[in-house]
Each structure stands twice: as C-alpha cells, then as structure tokens.
C-alpha cells in the first residue's frame, strides 16, 4: 500500500512537471498593463504568498515530526507514508509559488507584464495551486482514515503510541 501512495504520488508529480516544462514562454510585448491588470496580478500574487507560507510552515512542522523532534508522536507507517506525500505536494506548492513570483518579477524589471497571461506562467501557477490542494486533499485523507480505523488513546491509556 505505502509504495502505491508514494507511486501514485511521483506519477502526478511527473505530470506536473511535465505541463509546467512543455508550456510555451511567450512574447514580451512591453507597456501593456492597465490597472485591472495591476491589480489581478496582486491579487493573484497574494494567492501564492499564502500558499508559499502555509506551505513552509506545514513542511517544516511535519518534518520535525517525522524526524522525531517532537517526542510523544509515533505514527504507523501507512499513516507516515500518507503524511510524507503530503508533505511532497506541499513542498511543490512551495517551489512552483516561489518560480511564480520569479517570473512575475522578472516580467516587471524586463517591462512586460504580459508574460504572466502566457502559457508558461499560467501552468506554472497552476501547479502551485494544484499541488496545494493535493497537499490538503493528503492531509483530509489522513484524517477520514484515523477517524476510520478509531486510533484514538483515552485519557490513561496506553498503547503503542511510545508513552508507555
């Protein structure tokens, strides 16, 4: 099971990949913004700023997770296996939100806003977006599949949660 969770996941991952990398670039055409484009383009640019964070701060919780920082938390391995593909999407989210804003500026010092309309750019954000909500989507997955198996501890008990 874990090794299909972590193969499904590679396979989006790849197909991600590969529609940001077959988009096309596009053409600089300079001076054509206005202010409803200004102003999308910051809206849009928020977007990715929150998903960059959120992102970051989850990758960076889980991983002191599963690195064991926070002692007291012991996780089975479908539910580590679950947690690490989650935290892969939200490590993309991350990546394609920081190449996002790259493009962004570079189409801002080179004069040709533009380039965020082109195919290119449009997947890439896309992509943030998209492997953002596969993260949560993980994360729910998780979730529904605790509540499901009823993994819960009572106050007092102990179990094989590395309390004993």
Same mark, same amino acid.
Request: aromatic fraction near 10%.
């Given at each position: 099971?874990?090794?299909?969770?972590?193969?499904?996941?590679?396979?989006?991952?790849?197909?991600?990949?590969?529609?940001?990398?077959?988009?096309?670039?596009?053409?600089?055409? /300079?001076?054509?913004?206005? !202010?409803?484009?200004?102003?999308?383009?910051?809206?849009? !640019?928020?977007?990715?700023?929150?998903?960059?964070?959120?992102?970051?701060?989850?990758?960076?919780? %889980?991983?002191?997770?599963?690195?064991?920082?926070?002692?007291?938390?012991?996780?089975? /391995?479908?539910?580590?296996?679950?947690?690490?593909?989650?935290?892969?999407?939200?490590?993309?989210?991350?990546?394609?939100?920081?190449?996002? /804003?790259?493009?962004?500026?570079?189409?801002?010092?080179?004069?040709?806003?533009?380039?965020?309309?082109?195919?290119?750019?449009?997947?890439?954000?896309?992509?943030?977006?998209?492997?953002?909500?596969? %993260?949560?989507?993980?994360?729910?997955?998780?979730?529904?599949?605790?509540?499901?198996? *009823?993994?819960? /501890?009572?106050?007092? *008990?102990?179990?094989?949660? %590395?309390? !004993?």
């Amino acid at each position: 099971m874990a090794v299909g969770i972590l193969l499904s996941a590679a396979f989006v991952s790849g197909l991600t990949w590969f529609g940001v990398l077959a988009a096309d670039y596009g053409v600089c055409i /300079r001076g054509m913004s206005g !202010d409803y484009f200004d102003k999308a383009l910051t809206a849009l !640019d928020s977007n990715v700023e929150l998903g960059i964070k959120l992102s970051v701060g989850i990758v960076g919780v %889980g991983g002191a997770l599963l690195l064991g920082l926070k002692t007291g938390v012991e996780m089975p /391995r479908w539910m580590k296996t679950i947690f690490v593909t989650a935290l892969l999407c939200f490590t993309q989210s991350a990546l394609f939100g920081a190449w996002w /804003r790259l493009g962004v500026a570079n189409g801002w010092l080179n004069e040709c806003p533009n380039l965020v309309r082109e195919p290119r750019m449009t997947e890439i954000y896309r992509s943030a977006f998209s492997m953002f909500i596969l %993260g949560l989507g993980t994360l729910m997955l998780m979730l529904f599949a605790v509540v499901a198996t *009823e993994v819960r /501890r009572m106050p007092g *008990e102990t179990g094989d949660c %590395g309390d !004993d």
